[in-house]
């Protein structure tokens, strides 16, 4: 896919279709356009020529990928949801989401780097950032030139944004930023990085900013990369910031709005990461249909098998059920649609199912699956950071919760 890359083609209208108990039409296409399809393939056809090969050296060697990473920005797919006078491919988050997939029925480390750098460090400069903003820093990011950063996390705060610690202080035409930031993707390799930071603690989430920082400024650094239990190739690293003065322009969006952009960014990014746990699912369930056809046990292919056709037919239906959530949230931001819940819908199932599916799938390999010689080991130890990563399962119960609350109001 190319950065000059045609839109694909529009959602179906749903004129007529009864709206849903929120207000919104229910519908969404069932079919992909040729467009996607050829997407679809070429990724698929990338990553199989490109990524298989090298999928268990990466890992053992928790080796960041990053001729592979430069490959796909050509491709365009460190830009696929931003406009072409941005630099990217100007495509939906329908084709986001199947890109994400193609690339992580492979290897997930490398469609987690493609969703961290897409919809969250550089979506957000694109959703709050001013024109100079975007001009300067979506134009490098989407056109694959420099590698992005989203930096929330902090080792006292995950789920509580509002224990954050790492302080933004306003010194003449400078933001002096100290601190650190832990659990960052592409954090040892980012060109650009967008921080959020406290500027006024007593304010808690209203308190918080966003800062853009580019790579070789004074007082900030990558520490610790992380030695993880999956998803190695995708470096996840401690930023720290000591004494860290950068231009009071970049100030990302207004002082103090930095948790509200952070959330609306997260609408976009679960979706990625739904996509991340469907591409793993689908990957172990693959990998799994071929084991069964080739294994055999009591003069025959356990395939043939009632209870193992039994598994098979619970992964399969549960993963595409798990894609129709993930379609409906895609198709609905591309509708230019607020998506917080059906994103938290799409991701908790997703990674959940993913979860399952990939327990099932070393079940089925029975001892084999324990070993790294088959696929289904590494698709194991991958899929959990999915329940965990942009919000754990618990908080997204929480946001589809309140949602729910929203639409339907106690009557007491």
């Known amino acids: 896919m190319s950065t000059d890359a045609q839109p694909a083609q529009q959602t179906p209208s749903t004129s007529g279709v009864p709206a849903d108990s929120d207000g919104r039409r229910g519908t969404f296409p069932f079919t992909l356009t040729e467009d996607q399809e050829a997407l679809r393939r070429e990724i698929r056809d990338f990553a199989a020529r490109e990524i298989a090969p090298n999928v268990l050296r990466w890992d053992e060697a928790s080796e960041f990928p990053m001729d592979v990473v430069r490959q796909l920005g050509r491709m365009g797919l460190l830009g696929v949801i931003f406009p072409p006078e941005y630099g990217g491919a100007g495509l939906g988050y329908v084709d986001y989401m199947l890109a994400i997939e193609e690339l992580s029925a492979v290897d997930g480390s490398i469609g987690l780097i493609v969703a961290a750098h897409n919809s969250l460090c550089t979506n957000?400069?694109?959703?709050?950032?001013?024109?100079?903003?975007?001009?300067?820093?979506?134009?490098?990011?989407?056109?694959?030139?420099?590698?992005?950063?989203?930096?929330?996390?902090?080792?006292?705060?995950?789920?509580?944004?509002?224990?954050?610690?790492?302080?933004?202080?306003?010194?003449?035409?400078?933001?002096?930023?100290?601190?650190?930031?832990?659990?960052?993707?592409?954090?040892?390799?980012?060109?650009?990085?967008?921080?959020?930071?406290?500027?006024?603690?007593?304010?808690?989430?209203?308190?918080?900013?966003?800062?853009?920082?580019e790579k070789g400024t004074p007082g900030f650094r990558p520490g610790k990369k992380e030695n993880k239990l999956g998803l190695r190739a995708s470096d996840t690293s401690e930023l720290i910031f000591e004494d860290c003065a950068i231009p009071a322009e970049n100030l990302l969006g207004n002082e103090g709005e930095g948790f509200?952009?952070?959330m609306r960014t997260l609408d976009g990014g679960r979706i990625s990461i739904a996509a991340l746990s469907l591409g793993i699912g689908r990957g172990a369930l693959d990998a799994s249909v071929k084991y069964v056809k080739q294994r055999k046990q009591f003069g025959k292919a356990i395939a043939e098998f009632q209870g193992i056709q039994w598994k098979l037919a619970d992964m399969a239906t549960e993963l595409d059920a798990a894609r129709l959530l993930t379609l409906r949230a895609a198709v609905l931001k591309d509708a230019g649609q607020r998506v917080t819940r059906e994103s938290a819908m799409a991701k908790l199932y997703a990674s959940e199912v993913a979860v399952r599916i990939c327990d099932q799938a070393v079940q089925l390999h029975g001892g084999y699956g324990f070993i790294k010689d088959y696929p289904v080991e590494k698709f194991y130890r991958d899929v959990k950071l999915c329940t965990i990563g942009e919000g754990t399962s618990e908080i997204q119960r929480m946001v589809i919760g309140r949602e729910i609350l929203k639409v339907h109001p106690s009557r007491g």
């Open 260 to 262: 509200v952009d952070a």
């Open 124 to 213: 957000h400069i694109y959703l709050a950032g001013s024109e100079a903003q975007k001009q300067k820093y979506v134009q490098k990011l989407a056109a694959g030139q420099a590698i992005g950063a989203w930096a929330l996390t902090e080792a006292g705060s995950g789920s509580d944004a509002a224990a954050a610690r790492t302080t933004a202080v306003r010194r003449g035409d400078q933001w002096v930023l100290n601190g650190s930031k832990t659990f960052i993707t592409n954090g040892l390799y980012a060109d650009v990085a967008v921080i959020i930071a406290v500027t006024d603690k007593e304010r808690e989430t209203h308190g918080l900013s966003a800062f853009i920082v």
